[in-house]
């Protein structure tokens, strides 16, 4: 079964720069999807993006312009950075592993244990 | 991007009580790829349902997912103490994948 830790800083400032990293163990890393999704005070889900194990990409296009999402293979890895913060991007960030292999577009079977991102001056 | 629709808001019932939840898309879902998903306070959103009936691995069999085009359902049958949640369904489907609001389910 495989666990997803993530860690990064949760207290930022206008205008700076989001990142946050989710590392997985005791289970495969390739061939999946894997994804940033947050979520909002309000409770809303948002999914930013996702990469799989070889780098390729497919971002929400309400994001896109902001994100980056990257993989590091050898450490069973993956990272998200958000650019340009404002306090409409405090949340709670959550990675997850789809539920199956080989493409994209499955549910999230695993997810990460969240980390309160909080943007204010 | 499809925007899904979930109702109601908040449903009060009692334990052993039976609840219906439902998740409109704006637009019909190919291949039936709804999830549904249980939030407990505190923690990540929990896989319940995938392929709009499939159940995920280790779920009771009290918990059921029926629909296609762009109505979908999430029923269980008999709630128990730490089916009191927040419910979530999700369309992977088409990208950009995207979520409903939510159902919270309270006791009364």
């Known amino acids: 079964q495989v666990q997803l830790h993530q860690w990064g800083a949760g207290l930022l400032k206008p205008s700076e720069t989001l990142s946050l990293t989710c590392g997985a163990s005791?289970?495969?890393?390739?061939?999946?999807?894997w994804s940033w999704i947050r979520q909002f005070p309000g409770k809303g889900l948002e999914w930013i993006g996702e990469?799989?194990?070889?780098?390729?990409?497919n971002y929400n296009p309400s994001l896109e312009s902001r994100v980056t999402i990257s993989v590091d293979m050898s450490r069973h890895q993956f990272s998200l950075n958000l650019t340009s913060l404002t306090a409409a991007d405090t949340a709670v960030y959550y990675c997850?592993?789809?539920?199956?292999?080989?493409?994209?577009?499955?549910?999230?079977?695993?997810w990460g244990q969240g980390t309160l991102v909080t943007v204010s001056s | 991007e499809i925007v899904l629709t979930q109702s109601p808001g908040t449903l009060s019932l009692s334990p052993g009580e039976g609840a219906t939840l439902s998740c409109r898309a704006s637009?019909?879902?190919?291949?039936?790829?709804v999830a549904w998903y249980r939030q407990i306070p505190g923690q990540a959103p929990s896989l319940l349902i995938y392929?709009?009936?499939r159940r995920a691995t280790g779920i009771p069999d009290r918990f059921s997912g029926s629909g296609s085009g762009t109505d979908f359902t999430l029923t269980i049958s008999r709630l128990d103490p730490e089916d009191f949640a927040v419910y979530f369904c999700?369309?992977?489907?088409?990208?950009?994948?995207?979520f409903g609001h939510g159902t919270k389910v309270e006791i009364k």
């Open positions: 637009q019909s879902i190919g291949s039936r790829s």
């Open positions: 005791g289970g495969s890393f390739t061939h999946y999807f």
């Open positions: 999700h369309q992977y489907g088409s990208s950009p994948w995207t």
């Open positions: 997850a592993r789809d539920l199956l292999n080989f493409a994209s577009g499955w549910p999230f079977g695993n």
């Open positions: 392929d709009a009936s």
């Open positions: 990469i799989n194990h070889a780098g390729v990409t």
